[in-house]
């Protein structure tokens, strides 16, 4: 069965600082994987998507996140966070014979001025 | 309306009371599916609808009802629920070009009394 791991449960960050959020997954074969973005009382928002390609995807809102099938990894980056990205951040694994999709414990991100 | 909406956004119930959780999906998609969403806890997938059909019930009470009459339209039929299962009530939705990436409602914040 497919797993994600989300390591830190909560990241304190400085606006203008940069961000990264860990995801690592285990599945046998090449994942989908997914970052979705949730705000306070709302939704899941998707930020971007990797399926196959250039390992490096950009999403929305300036964020990136890199596919490294050695580490089994797919972690998010944001060079220079704003205020307006304190959320909780969620790492999602699908893969080829169905789906639906694994979810991660998920990331808070505070962001102080 | 763009988008997945659901309605209502709040609501509180008694143990005994019936209600209804509503879904609506304007992107032209076919899967539709209901999380559960409690603190601390990774999402729960609870059912997925694809073209109308039920094919997954993921070991869900039989308090929870879902209903899918049409591609657009996605229904949770609520009864004698506990109050463990206050939580936020998530819908998806997702396309035949690509099943795996969901797209999210804002949620029902659910409090059972």
């Known amino acids: 069965a497919q797993s994600v791991t989300q390591p830190d449960i909560h990241i304190t960050v400085s606006e203008g600082a940069s961000l990264e959020l860990r995801c690592n997954y285990s599945?046998?074969?090449?994942?989908?994987l997914f970052w979705y973005v949730q705000s306070p009382g709302q939704g899941l928002q998707l930020l971007l998507k990797?399926?196959?390609?250039?390992?490096l995807v950009q999403g929305i809102k300036g964020f990136e996140a890199e596919f490294k099938r050695s580490q089994s990894s797919f972690n998010l980056r944001k060079p220079s966070v704003h205020w307006s990205d304190a959320a909780e951040y969620f790492c999602?694994?699908?893969?080829?014979?169905?789906?639906?999709?694994?979810f991660g414990a998920g990331t808070t991100v505070t962001v102080r001025a | 309306e763009t988008g997945v909406t659901q309605t209502p956004r709040h609501l509180v119930m008694g143990m005994t009371n019936k209600k209804s959780l509503k879904c609506e999906q304007h992107?032209?998609?076919?899967?539709m599916y209901w999380y559960k969403q409690s603190a601390k806890k990774p999402l729960e997938l609870m059912f997925v609808?694809?073209?109308?059909?039920?094919?997954e019930n993921n070991s869900v009470p039989s308090r929870f009802s879902p209903e899918c009459p049409n591609s657009s339209h996605l229904f949770l039929h609520l009864h004698t629920l506990q109050p463990e299962d206050s939580a936020l009530y998530l819908c998806?939705?997702?396309?035949?070009?690509?099943?795996?990436?969901?797209?999210f409602g804002p949620g029902t914040r659910l409090t059972v009394l």
């Open positions: 992107l032209g998609h076919n899967a």
């Open positions: 599945y046998g074969a090449t994942p989908y």
């Open positions: 609808y694809n073209f109308k059909e039920q094919t």
């Open positions: 999602a694994v699908g893969h080829s014979n169905d789906y639906k999709l694994s």
């Open positions: 998806a939705s997702s396309g035949t070009r690509d099943l795996h990436t969901q797209y």
């Open positions: 990797y399926f196959s390609g250039d390992t």
